[in-house]
């Protein structure tokens, strides 16, 4: 099926919880209500005619006015796709865990978390799974400021180079 | 013996562990030889890759993708490659897709060389681990003429690659192919049918095809369990649709479908169809040019894809979002490693823990890919 028709199959189930069908190229996407996301996605998962039995990838996009996570459904039996998308508030944004559905979700999810900052309800173990657990913030987040040091390692070389041409100025 | 008193063990293997393949640690709970649960912990290798992306512009992040699989470096140059061409509606020259697949296929059997060769040195084998280097030079050897690095090759570009082949290269390829193939028979009779090596392997940490769909275990690890799927056949890219070669599949010959056994095997079976691959390539290769125009100040419009590529460690998801300016807002790889380790936790329950080491090695998994 192409992916804006299990979008309409959506629609049609699920009417005031897609907030929006986009066409946009080369991609198109549905974007639907975080309160429907798990729904959503059991059907998807049960429905004979889409069959997703995969989540090939789950990710967030920070678009400093909001946090997006995006979920690239997937189906091995009937070899198509599409692109689901919630959209959250920047502070503290939370949805649920979809991890009861397809359990590639945990791992993805805990990336999410740590990266980005979004929590999911829900989740068996949702720890940091990339960075430090004392990690102060979220890095991938638009307004993430580096800190200079960690534990008293700094995270800036200065170059002497650098400071000769600074010196002949 | 009432008053004798067991608890359980908690053991911790790596970060600096001679089989984990980079830097791995996991927590191990163990009732004696007998895991309760291995539960991984990963990051040691994260070096922010992501973040780098959206400081860097589209063509000055071709090097840092390297960095991502270091050990086939050309698909991440291609999946890049390929999703910076789909934003912005680039066409590659007919030569210069093929030049990526030959590059690729190549890169796929050395790093297939490696899971094979390191397959056998952790299970205790030097032997297999030496000859299988031995193989794998001679391919850096000849990527190196390509492309003047031996590992983090930067050879693609938005567009093509960098360079066409050199001359007397195609003979050379050629040649070594004409080396490998008997090799290969000789791997199996000296390794793979070895009776020690199939009862190591064999009924080792068997994933089921659903197992292996809902933990979205992609590449060799998915179709040792049987799931049909090879992202060069099923969702063709570049120039595969003009070769024929076949896709293995795990059945389960030894013992259970989708145990060790079969995810090795895999690798094997692999390398033999990436040589016929590579036949084909070298002989059908158009002539032309190998990179399209693309202006330096690339900015493809405002817009969001997922490519994905069938690496040597399976299909790899790029998903770039732009937003029109010359560095990319967000870009994200979905890898084989990372949904590898994943389903380590659950397959350890009740595993030995001298299985853990075979189950790594099985599944290939490699570190810098996981932690990006």
């Known amino acids: 099926m192409e992916a804006l028709k299990i979008y309409e199959r959506i629609k049609e189930r699920f009417a005031d919880e897609v907030l929006e069908i986009s066409d946009r190229k080369p991609e198109p996407f549905a974007v639907v209500a975080p309160r429907a996301i798990v729904r959503i996605g059991l059907f998807l998962y049960d429905d004979p005619e889409c069959a997703m039995d995969c989540l090939s990838n789950e990710t967030g996009v920070d678009y400093k006015d909001r946090i ?27 949805v649920e865990t979809v991890e009861e559905i397809w359990r590639s979700a945990n791992w993805m999810e805990r990336e999410i978390f740590d990266l980005l900052g979004v929590t999911f309800e ?17 890095p991938l987040r638009k307004d993430f400021v580096e800190p200079l040091e960690y534990h008293g390692i700094s995270t800036v070389r200065e170059s002497p180079i650098i400071r000769l041409d600074q010196k002949k100025k | 013996m009432s008053t004798l008193r067991t608890e359980e063990m908690t053991l911790n293997m790596g970060p600096q562990h001679p089989s984990t393949h980079g830097v791995l640690r996991f927590v191990i709970k163990a009732d004696g030889e007998v895991m309760r649960e291995a539960i991984p912990d990963v990051g040691y290798l994260h070096r922010s890759i992501e973040k780098i992306a959206e400081k860097v512009g589209y063509h000055g992040f071709m090097p840092y993708t390297d960095r991502v699989d270091y050990v086939c470096a050309m698909f991440t140059n291609q999946g890049w490659g390929m999703a910076c061409e789909k934003l912005a509606g680039i066409e590659v020259p007919r030569r210069g897709e093929y ?20 397959m056998g040195m952790d299970i205790g084998a030097m032997t297999p681990f030496l000859h299988a280097l031995r193989e794998r030079e001679m391919i850096n050897d000849l990527i ?94 570049s120039v595969y ?25 895999m690798r094997i079976r692999e390398m033999v169809q990436s040589s016929r691959i590579l036949r084909q390539a070298l002989k059908q290769m158009p002539d032309g040019a190998v990179l399209a125009k693309v202006v330096r100040n690339f900015k493809p419009a405002p817009g969001e894809c997922q490519v994905r590529v069938e690496s040597a460690r399976g299909d790899q998801g790029w998903y770039v979002v732009s937003d029109g300016s010359a560095n990319p807002w967000r870009v994200h790889v979905r890898t084989g490693s990372f949904a590898a380790m994943g389903i380590i936790q659950k397959l350890s329950r009740g595993l030995m823990i001298a299985d853990l080491v075979v189950l790594i090695a099985s599944l290939d998994v490699i570190a810098p890919e996981i932690d990006r």
């Open chain 1, 122 to 138: 829900g989740h068996t173990d949702l720890r940091r799974i990339l960075m430090p657990e004392d990690w102060p913030g979220y």
């Open chain 2, 144 to 237: 190196e003429e390509l492309c003047g690095a031996r590992l983090t090759f930067n050879y693609m570009r938005i567009g093509g690659v960098a360079w066409d082949l050199p001359p007397g290269w195609r003979e050379k390829a050629l040649a070594y192919l004409d080396h490998l193939e008997p090799i290969l028979e000789e791997y199996n009779s000296l390794f793979s049918y070895n009776k020690i090596c199939v009862e190591r392997l064999a009924n080792v940490a068997p994933i089921t095809a659903e197992e292996a769909i809902n933990y979205n275990l992609v590449g060799p690890n998915l179709r040792a369990s049987g799931v049909n799927w090879d992202v060069r056949k099923d969702l063709p890219y």
């Open chain 2, 241 to 265: 649709p003009d070769f024929d070669f076949e896709v293995p599949l795990g059945s389960g010959e030894w013992g259970t479908t989708g145990d060790s056994m079969d995810r090795y095997m």
């Open chain 1, 68 to 94: 997006e996570v995006v979920y690239h459904v997937f189906s091995y039996r009937h070899r198509h796709s599409c692109v689901l998308k919630v959209r959250l508030p920047r502070d503290n944004p939370s």
């Open chain 2, 99 to 118: 030049c990526r697949v030959i590059a690729a296929e190549f890169n796929r059997l050395a790093s297939h060389l490696l899971t094979v060769g390191l």
